[in-house]
């Protein structure tokens, strides 16, 4: 096998104990050394002629060490090999430890001889590093390897790999990721191992989805990293994976980020509905193939259901990836109860979510529903969720989802997945349905301040529309108002509290009742608002005072106006309110700009009427800055449209509210709109008469006189004593207290009106004389004779007036 002259052997760079390189030398049976390498030499400092033919205990080893090796030779000899670190002696005289591997070599003769091969310990110990490393890749690693050679056949994995694919390591041995892979997943991993092959730019990181084959087939998300392997010189020697299961970290970040979704998502409006939709626009295709959102109905009004309620209930929002889908399940809108024993109905009543990872599991549901039943599984739905909508400990419905496509059934992390979904959801559904019912509350609050009709007026032709702004501004202020005034005429009203929610409502019921109090004193347009703007300063002072935290009146803006359809006289005022729009009879739009006046509750500023006369058959418009300023218009644009809308083609007033509505208003406007509009009338010449009196004794007669001429010639001859003695009474009383002429005008329409008018600014005061007074019953039998009495202050003095009731036949024959 070798003869004794000295044997050079040399080294390797993979193994430290190479004999091509590492140092190296042989023993006979009896320990002498019969042959020396040079590396030997150069690792331990002896020559080869110094060592050859010597014992090795001679040469080597210290008396110290002797033991040791005596131990490492034994084993050597029993077991007919040995590996380990052993101490020596340098040719210098120092000791050093070196790595030896002693081998038992058997001659053709027959004699024994030992192959020593050493190596420097650090060398040793980098190399079981090394390998313990590669070992550890290939047996313990959780993170997988796969070698594979330049046609991308597997050459080796490790037990990671293995796991994944449920074979065996050695199975995978001269496979193709598309023999165990899904072909989608498997093109797209050797595309890319292709490209590292080729260009020997590494991959790292790339995640991707990956179904091993299998019944069901088995889908990861994994971490794909690849390298190039190649030799020193350069030829290529094929690819090295690493792959690491990455299905629970990616997960927990869908998971995140749905939840995240859903956050952003839901809650955007306090509307149950559209929360609901939000819901369901989240969930699919994200978590679910399809889902359902069903409420109790209550909750669909605001209001807050039964503890134990189980039914009925109102879908809200169902949304499915298949169309055909959406034709099995219940549509929105529609409302029903679960039957009992399903699912659905179980998640209800214990108030738990529940997981059905095959639709099998709940018989209830096919024998209530056979007919649906077999329609889902024929579109393939296979897994259900249920999850319950809890907020404040109160069940406001449920949440229904499906798999179709998706193969894997639901799992516990999906479940607890939906539970966050719905949590979230039944907050802001709760949040929406508690605000539902406050806004109702308010809009119900509104609605009982204005007029539900405004009734006929032989004055106007009138119609109108309120609008409450959308749900999420909250109720406004706006208010109208028809008020009939004595002498046939009339008061028209529009104001807008500044602000919203039920304190704006609130306040606009007490200014609307504080302007109707004030009409009926008969003030002037200005001296209406000038009370209004007194009375807005003074309920601002007292919240001040009350409570701090309550939301103060920062002000009110109003139009009002009076109409007198005997006199075509028009006469009107605003503070801070937009102007009105007059059209003629012939369609065009009349200007008119009465003074703007300051807003409501400024205090202390002046307020101008305006006066003009309308023709019969002219329309006054009277509306509230949401009308003009919708759909982000600013005034004059709003302005603008309104008057070309108005002076279009209408069979009618409401006909014309509705093109006014359906040209300026979107689904649902941000601000509260109002809009009252009224048509002139004017009464026939026929139906009035006027007499003016000199303030002489004489003036109660002749009244009297002509008051029964002109009830005769009006047939209302029954009426003549009673309306004689008003007069009297009247007349009277301007002849010995105001002075200057009388003047007497009746007025038939629905009622007969006398009214009398002098230059005396006194107020008339109604008391109950003694047996004693010579005087003081006049207008005590006034009151008693007529329906309504009262008096009206102008310029010029003042009005009492007085109506009576005409029958039926009456009213008929003075049309």
Known sequence: MHDTSPTTLSESPEDPFSVHQSASAVLDDHGRIVAWSDQASALLGHRAEEVLGRRVRDVLIERGDRPLIAEAA????????????????????????????????????????????????????????????????????????????????????????????????????????????????????????????????????????????????????????AFRMQDPSGRVLGVTEIVEDVTDRHRARRRLALLNEVGARLGNTLDVGTTARELAEAAVPALADALSVDLLEPVTHGEEPAPDATGPLRRMAARSILAEGLRVMRPVDHLFSFPEGTAQERCLAERRPILQPTLDLDPAWFSADPVRAEKVLALGVHSLMVVPLVARGVVLGVVCMWRVERPEPFEEDDLTLAEEFAGRAAVCIDNARRYTQQHHAAEALQRSLLPSEVPEHPAVETAHRYLPAQASTGVGGDWFDVIPLSGLRVALVVGDVVGHGMHASATMGRLRAAVQTLAHLDLAPDEVLSRLDDLVDQLATEQRQTDGNTPQIVGATCLYAIYDPVSRHCVMARAGHPPPTVVGPDGKVRPIDPPAGPPLGLGGLPFESAELQLEEGSLLALYSDGLLLADNRDIDQGLSLLRTTLTGPAPSLEHLCKAVEDAMLPDRPADDVTLLLGRTRVLAAEKVATWELPAEPTAAGRARTLVSERLTEWGLEELAFTTELIVSELVTNAYRYAGGPVLVRLIRDGHLICEVSDTSSTSPHLRQARSTDEGGRGLFLVAQLSERWGTRYGRNGKTIWTEQPLSVPERESGT
Not at 91 to 108: N, S
Not at 176 to 205: K, M, S
């Open 74 to 225: 034994a084993t050597c000899v029993r077991e007919g090999g040995w590996f380990g670190l052993l101490p020596v002696r340098h040719g210098a005289g120092h000791r050093v430890f070196v790595g030896f591997r002693a081998r038992r070599v058997r001659r053709l003769d027959s004699t024994v001889e030992w192959l020593l091969v050493g190596s420097r310990a650090e060398d040793v110990v980098q190399w079981n590093i090394d390998r313990a490393m590669l070992d550890g890749f290939f047996r313990r690693s959780p993170v997988g390897v796969a070698v594979l050679g330049p046609d991308l056949r597997i050459l080796r994995v490790n037990r990671a790999i293995a796991r994944f694919g449920g074979l065996p390591s050695e199975a995978y041995h001269g496979r193709r990721t598309t023999d165990y892979l899904v072909g989608p997943d498997a093109e797209l991993i050797e595309g890319r191992l292709q490209r590292v092959l080729e260009t020997g730019e590494p991959l790292i990181f790339a995640e991707q989805h990956c179904r091993i084959m299998g019944n069901p087939p088995k889908e990861l998300i994994v971490s794909v990293s």
